[in-house]
T-cell receptor, first 114, second 114 residues
Framework: EPEVTQTPSHQVTQMGQEVILRCVPISNHLYFYWYRQILGQKVEFLVSFYNNEISEKSEIFDDQFSVERPDGSNFTLKIRSTKLEDSAMYFC????????????FGPGTRLTVT | GNSVTQMEGPVTLSEEAFLTINCTYTATGYPSLFWYVQYPGEGLQLLLKATKADDKGSNKGFEATYRKETTSFHLEKGSVQVSDSAVYFCALAGPTGGGNKLTFGTGTQLKVEL
């Protein structure tokens, strides 16, 4: 069964450093998403991406964040200058869009900013 | 905006007990409703969904009915097993077709003991 994959599973970085989180969505899917979950809190939407552009973003997704689909298979989330409060589990998701919002999630990347 | 409220956890039950996890929502129009499950160390998996009022979603013995009059989507299972131990998330997506972001509740941890 096709699945969404994410790398790395755990990333530790120092405050102020840039990180790139990588995702490979399901191959025939058209919509891509990033969510995050701070420990003990709810899963929060960050950004959605369709047709090679951002379709919606939350207030969390400020100028420090960017997304890219560089090669037709990978979907990346970049944080330019990490802050302590960026420590969270980051989930990538994708959907074909043909069924109402049935999104398939990856296993997540745990980002720890020290 | 959209929001989801679900009962606080953790919930601890004995095997074969009846499970109810309450979920209520606030949304404009007619959203689609979902239950996702997160097993330890894994990503979010879609458990069941309902896309219109009075629809009942069901999977693996779990079920939930979309109640527009009470804006609720409570998750139930008649007889839980130890393997059901996980975190359960109620979520909704806007009514405007595919590609919509998910809005999640805070999650309810379920622990089933022998």
């Amino acid at each position: 069964e096709p699945e969404v994959t994410q790398t790395p599973s755990h990333q530790v970085t120092q405050m102020g450093q840039e990180v790139i989180l990588r995702c490979v969505p399901i191959s025939n899917h058209l919509y891509f998403y990033w969510y995050r979950q701070i420990l003990g809190q709810k899963v929060e939407f960050l950004v959605s991406f369709y047709n090679n552009e951002i379709s919606e973003k939350s207030e969390i997704f400020d100028d420090q964040f960017s997304v890219e689909r560089p090669d037709g298979s990978n979907f990346t989330l970049k944080i330019r200058s990490t802050k302590l409060e960026d420590s969270a589990m980051y989930f990538c998701a994708s959907t074909s869009g043909t069924e109402v919002a049935e999104q398939y999630f990856g296993p997540g990347t745990r980002l720890t900013v020290t | 905006g959209n929001s989801v409220t679900q009962m606080e956890g953790p919930v601890t039950l004995s095997e074969e007990a009846f499970l109810t996890i309450n979920c209520t929502y606030t949304a404009t129009g007619y959203p689609s409703l979902f239950w996702y499950v997160q097993y330890p160390g894994e990503g979010l998996q879609l458990l069941l969904k309902a896309t219109k009022a009075d629809d009942k979603g069901s999977n693996k013995g779990f079920e939930a009915t979309y109640r527009k009059e009470t804006t609720s989507f409570h998750l139930e299972k008649g007889s839980v097993q130890v393997s059901d131990s996980a975190v359960y998330f109620c979520a909704l997506a806007g009514p405007t077709g595919g590609g919509n972001k998910l809005t999640f509740g805070t999650g309810t941890q379920l622990k089933v003991e022998l």
